[in-house]
């Protein structure tokens, strides 16, 4: 019979939970991409989001040291109202270009606001006030060096990477899985089959005793019925 040695069975622990935490980490990651992809070809006019939050990846050193080139930005859409000096916003220039920069500035010009930007690495304020309906977001939070990473996932090879990988994780574990399942019923099968025989030779050994008995008991019967043929006899008289 099969057993498992605390070795395997660590071991197969390790796998399992590897699996998990890669599918855990790559699956959400595999969503958000397909969202920002899908959403960027539906509205092009648009910058993308995945529930109000939008990722940006930093091309300049404008705002070094606080955003590092290469760095991705995530972005929140904020009420342009709750905007405040100090904050550091996303806006749009030209149709195709996102800049992050720092407000310096906040103006109200004809009932509506201005944001006056500027880099923390630049020397002058940016040329053009930001009207609030630029503003894509407020910066929530940066990771360093990832850039890079996230370009990759958005070209064909990194998609299918991002799309394979999970994929692949999530067969292999179904299959260990089913494997495991699989040995668990063997051995359950295996214990019925051997207790079935076990049963069986008891029976067996059961039957093979009885006919003793029986003999014993026809030896008995036969007495009884001589000894009653005296009084048969005896009635005739």
Do not use: W
């Not at 197969?12 to 998990?20: D, P, Q, R, V």
Request: aromatic residues 4%; proline residues 5%; negative net charge.
């Amino acid at each position: 019979m099969e057993e498992k040695t605390p070795a395997n069975t660590a071991g197969s622990k390790i796998a399992t939970a590897l699996g998990l935490i890669l599918c855990i980490i790559l699956i959400p990651l595999l969503i958000i991409n397909l969202t920002i992809i899908v959403k960027s070809f539906v509205y092009p006019d648009k910058v993308p989001s995945f529930m109000g939050y939008k990722p940006f990846i930093v091309l300049s050193g404008s705002m070094e040291p606080a955003i590092m080139t290469g760095d991705i930005v995530l972005d929140k859409e904020v009420d342009t109202d709750t905007l405040k000096v100090g904050d550091i916003i996303s806006y749009r220039e030209g149709p195709n270009t996102v800049v992050t920069h720092r407000i310096k500035e906040i103006k109200t010009d004809g009932g509506s606001k201005k944001f006056i930007t500027q880099g923390d690495a630049n020397n002058a304020e940016d040329q053009n006030p930001v009207a609030a309906s630029e503003v894509e977001g407020k910066v929530l939070a940066n990771a360093h060096k990832l850039g890079d990473a996230a370009m990759f996932m958005q070209t064909k090879v990194g998609m299918l990477i991002f799309i394979a990988v999970p994929l692949v994780l999530l067969v292999l574990l179904d299959i260990f899985r089913r494997r495991k399942l699989n040995r668990t019923s063997k051995k359950e099968t295996a214990e019925l089959e051997t207790e079935l025989e076990r049963m069986r030779s008891m029976l067996e050994e059961k039957g093979n005793a009885e006919p003793a008995g029986s003999e014993g008991g026809n030896t008995d019967g036969g007495g009884e019925k001589e000894a009653e043929k005296p009084d048969s006899e005896n009635n005739g008289k």
